[in-house]
Nanobody, 124 residues
Framework: EVQLVESGGGLVQAGGSLRLSCAAS????????IGWFRQAPGKEREGVSC????????YYADSVTGRFTISRDTAKNMVYLQMNSLKPEDTAVYYC?????????????????WGQGTQVTVSS
């Protein structure tokens, strides 16, 4: 069983920045695909960014391209999501997740383990 714990959410003004962190309980998480998702009230959970272990490729949703950056520190079993130029429409609960296949995966159905989420609120 892999446990994931997100942190770093909070309230920020539009144009500001936040860095989300995700701590993984397994030292083998480097073999997996790591994804960040978000869910706003009344909306479905959507993929924001992911990093594929199999080929090193990275995915970003169109809505965050150029503003968000995913990174990982395998020595610390940590994954980060740097979020810059935040907009009110970025307000959501953000989740990190693991897909054990290691393939590039943008659908929530591909992921096996999830964190509890961290709230991000961007005020206008």
């Amino acid at each position: 069983e892999v446990q994931l714990v997100e942190s770093g959410g909070g309230l920020v003004q539009a144009g500001g920045s936040l860095r989300l962190s995700c701590a993984a309980s397994t030292s083998t998480f480097d073999d997996y695909t790591i994804g960040w998702f978000r869910q706003a009230p009344g909306k479905e959970r959507e993929g924001v960014s992911c990093f594929s272990k199999s080929d090193g490729s990275t995915y970003y949703a169109d809505s965050v391209t150029g503003r968000f950056t995913i990174s990982r520190d395998t020595a610390k079993n940590m994954v980060y999501l740097q979020m810059n130029s935040l907009k009110p429409e970025d307000t959501a609960v953000y989740y990190c997740a693991i897909d054990r296949t290691g393939l590039l995966a943008t659908s929530r159905r591909d992921y096996d383990y999830w964190g509890q989420g961290t709230q991000v609120t961007v005020s206008s």
